[in-house]
Structures are given as structure tokens and as C-alpha cells.
């Protein structure tokens, strides 16, 4: 079984700061890794995803995640925020087998970004 | 390509009541999902349809709930009866193969 872990809930941070939020995980089989985002009155997108290779996996809109086994996190980042960046980010977790598992969230995180 | 949807939008009913969830997923997709969040909580996993199978159903919560996916294109979810407990927002998903597109969700809100 796994379960994520989104210490969280809620991020404030003006505009063009750098935010960075916190994704840990648990699983006893190996995982793929994902962040989606909701948008106000949205449904869930995905953001990006880690399935293999280069640790270090980026989005279209400037932000990035690193995989990191050891301390099993898969931290969202991004160097300067947008208004349009406020949003829900959820992390998520899937069995590494055939890639049609389900999907185990963490519980979220608001982020605001404040002009 | 038209995306996943999901039909109503918004449900608010009484306790007791029955609500009937729909999906419609992408053409294509044989692997469909439905999640619920329950206010303030993660994102929960009810079951997951191949074609018309169900592939995994651990997630659903009780015997009130009933999904099906008629000929492996649309999903229906029936609460019945629905209690306070069953509020949140249902999301459905799909996918052919790895990533999951999910639909906008339905806020079920029982009174």
C-alpha cells in the first residue's frame, strides 16, 4: 500500500517569490510519481509526472520536481510565482507495474499567490 | 477530442435520497476511474473499470454504492440511499494507457 504526504495545507507567497511544496511518500513497491493542479472552478491537470530517468522533471508553466529515493519526497518547486499560479497541487502516487493503477493522493495544497 | 466529462455538475439532495453520477470519457479510453474527496480530506480511490469490467472496486466505501459502465463507453454511480457522510466532490478519469485525464467532478452535497 502507499500513502502521500503533503505537510501543507495551505502556501501563501507574493508574486515573483519562489515557492517550493513539500511531497513525501510511502510504498513498499516502486511508485511513479505525479503533481496535478486545480484550478478555481477546474478539474484536476496533470502537471508533471516522474516515471524514469533524469530525476529532475519539468513543466510547461516553470515549475519542476525532483525524485528523490532516499528520503522519498518528490518536492514541486518553482523560482517565481505567477497570480495565475494560485491554484490546489495535489501529489500523487502510482503502482510501477502496467500504468493503469490508481492514483494515491496526498491531501493537497493551496497555494495563494498574493500580488 | 472532447475530454472527460461529467454530469451534473453540482447535486444537492436529502438524506435518503437516490443520485445517479455520470461519466463520459474519452473515446478510446478502455480504463476508467472515479474518485471522491470528501471535504478536507485526499482524494480517494472508489473503482476502476476496464471496458465493462471492474477491475478493482476496493475503494467503494459501502453497498449504497453502485457503479456501472454500460457497453465500456459511459459510467454511472448511484448513491442509494445517499447519507450526510457521502458529500464531496466525485471525479472520474481515464486513460488508455498511464496518465489519467480526469473530468471537472460532481459536488454532491446531501442534506
Known amino acids: 500500500a502507499q500513502s502521500v504526504t503533503q505537510l501543507d495545507s495551505q502556501v501563501p507567497v507574493f508574486e515573483e517569490a519562489p515557492v517550493e511544496l513539500r511531497c513525501n511518500y510511502s510504498s513498499s513497491v516502486s511508485v511513479y510519481l505525479f503533481w496535478y493542479v486545480q484550478y478555481p472552478n477546474q478539474g484536476l491537470q496533470l502537471l508533471l509526472k516522474y516515471l524514469s530517468g533524469s530525476t529532475l522533471v519539468e513543466s510547461i508553466n516553470g515549475f519542476e520536481a525532483e525524485f528523490n529515493k532516499s528520503q522519498t519526497s518528490f518536492h514541486l518547486r518553482k523560482p517565481s510565482v505567477h497570480i495565475s499560479d494560485t491554484a490546489e497541487y495535489f501529489c500523487a502516487v502510482s503502482e510501477r507495474n502496467s500504468g493503469n493503477t490508481p492514483l494515491v493522493f496526498g491531501k493537497g495544497t493551496r497555494l495563494s499567490v498574493i500580488a | 477530442e472532447a475530454g472527460v466529462t461529467q454530469f451534473p455538475s453540482h447535486s444537492v439532495i436529502e438524506k435518503g435520497q437516490t443520485v445517479t453520477l455520470r461519466c463520459d470519457p474519452i473515446s478510446g479510453h478502455d480504463n476508467l476511474y472515479w474518485y471522491r474527496r470528501v471535504m478536507g480530506k485526499e482524494i480517494k480511490f472508489l473503482l476502476h473499470f476496464v471496458k465493462e469490467s471492474k477491475q478493482d472496486e476496493s475503494g467503494m466505501p459501502n453497498n449504497r454504492f453502485l457503479a456501472e459502465r454500460t457497453g465500456g463507453t459511459y459510467s454511472t454511480l448511484k448513491v442509494q440511499p445517499a447519507e450526510l457522510e457521502d458529500s464531496g466532490v466525485y471525479f472520474c478519469?481515464?486513460?488508455?494507457?498511464?496518465?489519467?485525464?480526469f473530468g471537472p467532478g460532481t459536488r454532491l452535497t446531501v442534506t
Open positions: 478519469a481515464s486513460s488508455h494507457f498511464g496518465e489519467q485525464y
